[in-house]
């Protein structure tokens, strides 16, 4: 049943003439009739049943705005009215009257109020549409008649002309929007359902509320056809061999084992098997202990082979020549004595970096940095070395650039076993004094080999 009912009305001059395009404004009770129109509006519809649609685009052109449904409802037609709200920005939302509907595409302008649509704006997001919407407010039509629908409820209906064939404004107090009802002499209204449900409030004999539940029932019930013979109303019983799938079988026990490498997994612990009724059958895996040091891997030369656990080989490391770049920020170049930065990261015990290039492009920023001394450096572990000057990062400010490429001139580590440099990264820093002022950047990258330490 529809939420909106039916109100109707007409305007005659005493003389019993109609009087066409008279104002009607519908107000909410206590109304204010001082205005005109007074306040407050309500919301009224042309028909009793308002559709709804979603908006997915909207336009501006010429005091007439397009709007993009997401699907178009029937009564969205040439002549009806629809309510827009939720769209950004708010001067698409309101009560417009459809031109043309093709497609999806609906095109709508206020002539009711013969004021063309400012332009709203670039359409951001949103748009809910109520159809059937109706202006508050409205004008008789040629014939002095006038409707509208609404919720149920009380209103005021003021009426008013501008054009002075009205010697004053007519306000209708109370007017009452009910809903439709119908008359007979039913008396007593019953309802009757199969023994499987449960029936209350019955019978009506004035007003109520018939509710059917389902009835209860036995347990390991099923609710089915009979168990044979021809078909027959289904009902509640137990199964029978007849109703499970062919191939259902009767099995009495399930026992269960596994084996797993002794290498990944310590030896599994079984519990509940053989199941010869109902259970649970618990499995217990645990990783085995290993060496410090050792990895999951196949084998270290040869064929393929099931993996063991067993200690890196220098076959196991990438071979050939890599690079890495890194960008070393304003803020990170002006800390470069106490913050070193990492430029690759440690190679793994048993192998050490070697560069064989690198190359520093340096970017100058919005102040050119100044230097008190110390080399800019680069080391692995205890084996360092320095930049001849420091000049690449003394640039003037953008948006100049300037770039230096050298090939790593070799450093001599620490002695020790294993020396200083095995597993250890390569960083960037300053010896002492650190750069003041600059802005610039920089981006260094370095070629290099891993290579083994035994």
């Known amino acids: 049943m529809s939420s909106q009912f039916r109100y109707d009305g007409r305007v005659q001059a005493t003389s019993g003439f109609a009087i066409p395009g008279v104002s009607i404004a519908v107000l909410t009770q206590p109304s204010n009739v001082t205005s005109q129109p007074g306040s407050p509006l309500a919301s009224i519809f042309s028909a009793a049943t308002s559709n709804a649609a979603t908006i997915t685009a909207a336009s501006w052109l010429a005091g007439i705005i397009s709007f993009t449904f997401n699907a178009v409802p029937a009564d969205v037609v040439a002549g009806s009215f629809i309510g827009v709200t939720g769209i950004n920005p708010v001067g698409y939302n309101g009560i417009f009257q459809v031109v043309t509907v093709i497609g999806n595409i609906v095109t709508v302008t206020t002539s009711f109020t013969l004021v063309a649509i400012a332009n709203p704006g670039t359409y951001v997001s949103g748009g809910t549409v109520a159809t059937s919407a109706l202006p508050n407010p409205f004008f008789t039509d040629t014939l002095g008649n006038f409707r509208f629908y609404a919720a149920a409820g009380i209103f005021t209906v003021q009426i008013y002309d501008t054009q002075g064939r009205l010697p004053s404004q007519l306000v209708l107090l109370d007017q009452n929007v009910v809903a439709g009802g119908g008359s007979g002499s039913v008396t007593s209204v019953a309802l ?263």
């Open 192 to 454: 009757t359902m199969p023994a499987e449900f449960t029936v209350t409030g019955s019978p009506i004999v004035g007003a109520g509320t018939l509710a059917v539940t389902k009835a209860v029932q036995a347990a390991n019930l099923v609710f089915a056809g009979p168990t044979s013979g021809g078909s027959v109303v289904p009902a509640f019983r137990g199964l029978v061999a007849a109703d499970l799938p062919a191939g259902t079988g009767t099995v009495t026990s399930v026992a269960y084992t596994l084996a797993v490498p002794a290498a990944l997994f310590n030896a599994a612990g079984i519990a509940g098997s053989p199941i010869t009724t109902n259970g649970t059958i618990a499995v217990t895996l645990t990783l085995a202990n290993q060496t410090a040091n050792t990895v999951f891997a196949g084998a270290a030369s040869g064929g393929a082979a099931p993996p063991t656990f067993r200690a890196l080989v220098p076959a196991d490391m990438p071979t050939g020549l890599q690079f890495v770049s890194t960008t070393l920020s304003s803020a990170q170049i002006l800390a470069l004595l106490g913050t070193p930065i990492t430029l690759v990261p440690a190679p793994g015990v048993g192998f050490v970096i070697m560069p064989v290039m690198i190359t520093i492009e340096f970017f100058g920023g919005g102040v050119a940095y100044t230097d008190a001394g110390g080399a800019v450096s680069f080391s692995i572990g205890s084996a360092t070395n320095p930049l001849a000057n420091n000049n690449i990062f003394l640039v003037t400010v953008s948006p100049n650039k300037r770039f230096q490429t050298f090939p790593w001139p070799g450093a001599t580590d620490t002695a020790a076993n294993p020396p200083t440099d095995e597993n250890a990264v390569l960083t960037i820093s300053k010896a002492t004094n650190n750069f003041a002022a600059g802005t610039g950047t920089a981006k260094i990258i370095v070629h290099y080999l891993v290579l083994p330490t035994t």
